[in-house]
């Protein structure tokens, strides 16, 4: 990874502007030395869903909607041109563009969500003899050097390219390079190509052992995607270069802004909580959820589908446990079963109300089980909408508690203390409720709906001296709480009960799958 060694310039201007790329939109803020959201604005873009799991987006898309946003910013920050000296760029994982050698899309991005590519991920990985799906020699050598292995659900990266080269081989030979979301729109931006460690993590052709980061010939050709057309990996807090002129005329910028290496969605929203000392969790509900957190080593548990992969910060090693459907459930129960209302009634769980498990498209953690769907259990007749509006609610609160119960285990992971809490749901003061009575912890929300605006503004504070590191800068933030929940005893003892129970019911759903 090339480092910022020499790199003592500071970055012109006092802001800094920070743009977090999600599944349906992105949200850009102006950031300044204190680390304080000045101005922000979300701009939304489609997401193509069509049958045998696919989930596509136009790299186009992502660009215009951050033209918007800037367009919106310039007019509440009319200074915003002579102020601004650094851009970060962080978002989704996972996702693959097939770019030419000018960088120009050659099909729609296969988005993290696609799942088209699970036979190829199976065959990828099976063969005799194996355990729990994966060929022994194979699984042993993924886990020796890149501390996991490709999802056998088709998820991730390796899968995808796979799925291209036998599917759309005119495609596949045409592609120059093999890009994440975050890698297409520096790009965009500098006219370089990179990338960042955690989409280099999760391509599964990297080495990840401390001292020996890097792509590995090994994986690739065990992986059988050529590392050549894999860009070089950057640091989180790195200058890639400067604004094109073409890409400074469209956000009204100037050439001067330096667009740093940025990273992943889930580094960003980490460091926004600022939870940057090892074994503290973070929980982020939106449309997936996830549990996360620094660790010093590299971690992994295989019967609960979660590791650590390399950050961009210097590659430490960041814990992420995720769950495929959070938000995505709750809202699929508003479509559904709405009425045109909303979870006011959500603290008002009884023993005797239905249980919702939120598989709609499968499960990861602490499952990795693409088959499972989402089921309610126990309908009676007096269970009206309002009813199961509320067991949707909880079941995410439930699932979260069961991913969550598995990653509290493991050593170093800080026992007590507030959990810190982001994602749109953090924002319902229902739900933030309901998690602290679900876990009998404390629950602190950052900045919701912006922990990965700030977080991404974080990487940029060394080049614009605002700190000697990111992570120095991060720790700021951590008293920054909107919001703090304690639990209530007597809901505690409600959902430890309902708990146990589910406990014992998920397993035979599960195993009704596996059978």
């Given at each position: 990874?090339?480092?910022?060694?020499?790199?003592?310039?500071?970055?012109?201007?006092?802001?800094?502007?920070?743009?977090?790329?999600?599944?349906?939109?992105?949200?850009?803020?102006?950031?300044?030395?204190?680390?304080?959201?000045?101005?922000?604005?979300?701009?939304?873009?489609?997401?193509?869903?069509?049958?045998?799991?696919?989930?596509?987006?136009?790299?186009?898309?992502?660009?215009?909607?951050?033209?918007?946003?800037?367009?919106?910013?310039?007019?509440?920050?009319?200074?915003?041109?002579?102020?601004?000296?650094?851009?970060?760029?962080?978002?989704?994982?996972?996702?693959?563009?097939?770019?030419?050698?000018?960088?120009?899309?050659?099909?729609?991005?296969?988005?993290?969500?696609?799942?088209?590519?699970?036979?190829?991920?199976?065959?990828?990985?099976?063969?005799?003899?194996?355990?729990?799906?994966?060929?022994?020699?194979?699984?042993?050598?993924?886990?020796?050097?890149?501390?996991?292995?490709?999802?056998?659900?088709?998820?991730?990266?390796?899968?995808?390219?796979?799925?291209?080269?036998?599917?759309?081989?005119?495609?596949?030979?045409?592609?120059?390079?093999?890009?994440?979301?975050?890698?297409?729109?520096?790009?965009?931006?500098?006219?370089?190509?990179?990338?960042?460690?955690?989409?280099?993590?999760?391509?599964?052709?990297?080495?990840?052992?401390?001292?020996?980061?890097?792509?590995?010939?090994?994986?690739?050709?065990?992986?059988?995607?050529?590392?050549?057309?894999?860009?070089?990996?950057?640091?989180?807090?790195?200058?890639?270069?400067?604004?094109?002129?073409?890409?400074?005329?469209?956000?009204?910028?100037?050439?001067?802004?330096?667009?740093?290496?940025?990273?992943?969605?889930?580094?960003?929203?980490?460091?926004?909580?600022?939870?940057?000392?090892?074994?503290?969790?973070?929980?982020?509900?939106?449309?997936?959820?996830?549990?996360?957190?620094?660790?010093?080593?590299?971690?992994?548990?295989?019967?609960?589908?979660?590791?650590?992969?390399t950050s961009c910060l210097d590659y430490r090693p960041l814990l992420i446990a995720s769950q495929e459907n959070a938000g995505s459930a709750m809202q699929?129960?508003?479509?559904?079963?709405?009425?045109?209302?909303?979870?006011?009634?959500?603290?008002?769980?009884?023993?005797?109300?239905?249980?919702?498990?939120?598989?709609?498209?499968?499960?990861?953690?602490?499952?990795?089980?693409?088959?499972?769907?989402?089921?309610?259990?126990?309908?009676?007749?007096?269970?009206?909408?309002?009813?199961?509006?509320?067991?949707?609610?909880?079941?995410?609160?439930?699932?979260?508690?069961?991913?969550?119960?598995?990653?509290?285990?493991?050593?170093?992971?800080?026992?007590?203390?507030?959990?810190?809490?982001?994602?749109?749901?953090?924002?319902?003061?229902?739900?933030?409720?309901?998690?602290?009575?679900?876990?009998?912890?404390?629950?602190?929300?950052?900045?919701?709906?912006?922990?990965?605006?700030?977080?991404?503004?974080?990487?940029?504070?060394?080049?614009?001296?605002?700190?000697?590191?990111?992570?120095?800068?991060?720790?700021?933030?951590?008293?920054?709480?909107?919001?703090?929940?304690?639990?209530?005893?007597?809901?505690?003892?409600?959902?430890?009960?309902?708990?146990?129970?589910?406990?014992?019911?998920?397993?035979?759903?599960?195993?009704?799958?596996?059978?």
């Amino acid at each position: 990874m090339h480092k910022n060694t020499g790199e003592r310039a500071l970055a012109k201007g006092d802001l800094v502007i920070a743009a977090d790329f999600g599944t349906s939109g992105v949200k850009v803020g102006v950031v300044d030395d204190q680390l304080t959201l000045l101005a922000r604005v979300t701009e939304t873009y489609p997401l193509s869903l069509s049958p045998g799991g696919r989930a596509e987006q136009d790299p186009n898309d992502w660009w215009a909607a951050l033209e918007r946003a800037l367009a919106a910013l310039h007019k509440d920050m009319p200074d915003l041109r002579t102020r601004a000296g650094a851009i970060v760029f962080c978002g989704q994982v996972c996702g693959v563009v097939c770019a030419d050698k000018d960088g120009k899309p050659l099909r729609p991005c296969l988005t993290w969500m696609d799942k088209r590519a699970a036979e190829v991920g199976n065959r990828l990985v099976g063969g005799f003899p194996s355990v729990r799906g994966y060929r022994v020699d194979k699984g042993l050598l993924w886990l020796a050097l890149a501390n996991g292995a490709p999802a056998q659900n088709g998820m991730d990266p390796t899968a995808k390219i796979l799925w291209v080269k036998e599917n759309e081989p005119d495609v596949f030979d045409r592609t120059r390079w093999f890009l994440d979301v975050r890698d297409w729109l520096v790009h965009r931006a500098t006219g370089k190509f990179t990338t960042c460690p955690e989409s280099a993590n999760l391509s599964w052709v990297m080495n990840t052992r401390r001292g020996r980061e890097g792509w590995s010939e090994t994986l690739s050709r065990l992986a059988g995607i050529p590392i050549d057309r894999m860009p070089p990996i950057v640091a989180g807090d790195q200058k890639v270069g400067g604004l094109t002129e073409d890409a400074a005329n469209a956000l009204g910028l100037s050439t001067d802004v330096q667009v740093l290496g940025g990273g992943a969605d889930v580094t960003a929203a980490t460091l926004g909580t600022g939870e940057v000392e090892d074994g503290a969790l973070h929980i982020s509900v939106a449309t997936s959820a996830w549990i996360a957190g620094f660790f010093k080593g590299r971690r992994v548990s295989i019967p609960h589908a979660y590791a650590t992969i390399t950050s961009c910060l210097d590659y430490r090693p960041l814990l992420i446990a995720s769950q495929e459907n959070a938000g995505s459930a709750m809202q699929w129960a508003m479509q559904v079963i709405g009425d045109g209302q909303g979870f006011d009634d959500i603290g008002r769980v009884r023993l005797e109300d239905p249980f919702f498990l939120p598989w709609l498209t499968g499960e990861r953690v602490p499952v990795d089980d693409h088959d499972l769907r989402g089921t309610f259990h126990g309908l009676a007749l007096d269970h009206d909408t309002s009813t199961l509006r509320r067991a949707v609610v909880e079941g995410v609160a439930l699932n979260l508690k069961w991913a969550f119960d598995k990653v509290s285990s493991e050593r170093g992971v800080q026992p007590d203390g507030p959990v810190a809490l982001v994602g749109g749901a953090a924002a319902n003061p229902g739900f933030a409720q309901l998690l602290a009575d679900t876990l009998s912890r404390d629950i602190r929300v950052c900045a919701a709906r912006h922990a990965g605006v700030l977080g991404a503004a974080t990487l940029a504070a060394p080049a614009m001296g605002w700190a000697a590191t990111a992570t120095e800068a991060a720790a700021r933030l951590k008293g920054r709480d909107t919001a703090r929940y304690t639990p209530d005893q007597r809901r505690v003892e409600v959902m430890q009960a309902r708990a146990a129970r589910l406990d014992r019911i998920r397993r035979d759903i599960i195993r009704s799958y596996q059978r």
